[in-house]
């Protein structure tokens, strides 16, 4: 696991919050960003509004490593790239924000990270599909019919993601001494 997971996990759980039940997030209810549904399927069984809001911290990290950095291959993507794809992938879902990644590397958008979208990827500038990634997370946040209701804090979250992610590059050494 690489340490890009720990710095996505914190930053998730940042935005993400604590227990949420908002009556317009699709979701539904939520604790630390993830759904009761989510929920439910890890544990493998129903769980109650109380194991909600009393999920362990220890759980999100699991979810969030096995069902959404695993799911698009953070520790196959280089550095920012895979905290700017990780944290749309549990924002909006895995298979959108796989489906982003391929065209921000003009790769064939259909949501599964294999050989050649890993090849597109390389061969795209991180910070290139970094900004596309941004760039298409915002169009598709401003076309949401519930953007006046989360719109303010979602364009925040993808800033912070963005400022997140090009600070992880490695800066260029080609004028180093």
Not at 42 to 53: A, D, I, Q, W
Not at 99 to 123: F, H, N, S
């Amino acid at each position: 696991m690489k340490e890009s997971f720990l710095q996505g996990l914190n930053m998730v759980l940042e935005h993400e919050g604590g227990y949420v039940d908002h009556p317009k997030d699709p979701g539904g209810r939520t604790n630390m960003g993830i759904t009761q549904k989510t929920y439910q399927s890890f544990c493998g069984l129903p769980v109650t509004e109380e194991e909600m809001k009393t999920m362990p911290r220890s759980h999100a990290a699991q979810i969030y490593k096995s069902m959404y950095w695993d799911e698009v291959r953070g520790d196959d993507l280089p550095a920012g790239v895979d905290i700017c794809v990780f944290d749309w992938s549990v924002n909006s879902g895995v298979n959108r924000a796989c489906r982003a990644l391929q065209k921000a590397v003009g790769a064939y958008p259909d949501g599964i990270l294999g050989p050649k979208t890993m090849l597109a990827v390389e061969a795209q500038s991180p910070d290139a599909t970094i900004n596309n990634i941004s760039e298409a997370r915002e169009a598709f946040y401003r076309g949401l019919s519930i953007f006046d209701t989360f719109g303010r804090g979602w364009l925040r979250r993808n800033d912070a993601t963005r400022v997140l992610s090009l600070g992880l590059l490695s800066p260029d050494l080609d004028g180093a001494i």
